[in-house]
């Protein structure tokens, strides 16, 4: 598998606060890595950096081997809050991907554009339907819509433009634990089909390690300190069962607050 | 119960406390009247429901001179006796500059879009139109009049200058507060700038840009008056100024009534458009 983002001695500063210091991380094509830590440790703004939202103060970010000056449309993207349009229904939240790529603003006007609309929709629904969603659900606005649904749509809306890499920053951290477990198992199922990489952040270490092929935890020595990566692990499939899970997480969690990392299945 | 903060009231009260104001109101005019009309029949200041009748035929079935009256006028229907009116002449004068004066703040929120969207743009205009923006309009009237004359132009720059910065300034503010993370996954679409811009943010402000503009409303027509009063041959405010030197309180009442109306009238139709075309909204 090749390298598909490269983090180069990344450094990020904040009115001279250091959030992240020669930061290097290689994510290879088609794994699952879930990023973890604390809140201000810098995972999201790793994301974003990978995104081409935010820009490194030192280092560079490789994308398939190019730097990236803004975010496109290979890096799709689930954020926690306002991953939806408010104003579209979920049918246009879905199709706005296709349809913008392929007539952007004014596009629309010409001849052809209801024909391939009519398709973008039938692949919409069929997204939905893959997500666990109701047809009757396509025309409803987002804030109809529970939180898990709307992530339900959100991913529906980024997987349909088939993006090299899909990152997702705390995308399920609002949603109610019997809701945020049935979306675990779909992204899950999602990446297992589709092949994409994923890169998900999240601040729940059991989260990271029942969805990751990889886990990486950022986090701090001390208090002034900027973060590093304390912890890479590539995990095997059977770590991802309810008991593997609480037992990596005593692990991981003894391993970040010092203590030497004893991971059987690494070795 | 007058202070209670979870008061419920049913709907009979509901309806009896919201249109008290406007009996009482009505009630104390014509009390003041009458006791007025008691010391002297000929009093012109708070006008008899008599007096104001008249005023009101005149205004809404006449036109404003008698040269201006069509031939046959006398046996017209009501409804074409209203459309050669002195009110409804006035009122259509005024409308056009109010129209004017509203297409020309579609620029405006074009401006503070780019200006929030583009920061080069940005920086280009902030700081003039922050300084524009505390320009008093009124002040500038007399300038106004000298560069432009004392034809319509004046007069809808005057609403240009009044009202332009605040929906160029509410339309910034507008769209910087949209989530950064809204225009991040536009670009994760496949969308370009002016897609982010026109596609994803201008119509997720536009419902909150119509409701600045339906408050403008107001200072809208207050420039407008200013404008008609100190410069013009017709319109409602014309009309008003003019009857104002003959003491015409039975008309001038009626027009500021009928002014009231309009803007009322306009106000409901941008909000019931408003909710029509943004189902999706919801207000705060």
Redesign the interface.
Known sequence: MKDIIRLENIGVTYSNKKVLEHLDLTIREGEFVAVCGQTGCGKSTMLRLI???EKPTTGRVLIDGRELP????H???V?Q???L????TVLDNIT???E??EF??IGRLKPGFRRRRKEFQAQAYEYLKHMGLQASDAHK???ELSGGMQQRVAIA??LI?K?QILLMDEAFSALDPGTRSEMQKLVRTLWKETGTTFLFVTHNIPEAIFLGSRVVILGKDSPESSSKVQVDMELPEEAHSREEVERLTRVIGNATAGAKLELTYAE | MLFRIDAKPNRLTALTLSWFLFVSGIALYFYTSHNRHLENPEDKVIPSLQQLTTGMTDAFLKPDTEEAAPEGLENASLGRKFLTSMLWTDTLASAKRFVWSMLLLIPAVVLGLHMGMFPIFGQFFLRFILFFDKIIALSVLPILFIAFGIDELAKIMLIVIGVTPTIILDTFNLTKGVPQEQIVKGFTLGAQDFVVTYSIVLKQIMPRVLNSIRLNLKAVMLFLFAGEMIASQDGLAFRIALLRRHMGMNVIIPYVLWVALLLFLVDLTMRVANKKLHPWFREA
């Open positions: 995104l081409g939202a803004r975010p496109d449309r890096r799709g993207y954020p809050k306002y991953s349009f408010p104003d579209k706005f991907g296709p913008t790529e952007g603003l606005y987002p804030d809306q980024a433009m993006p």
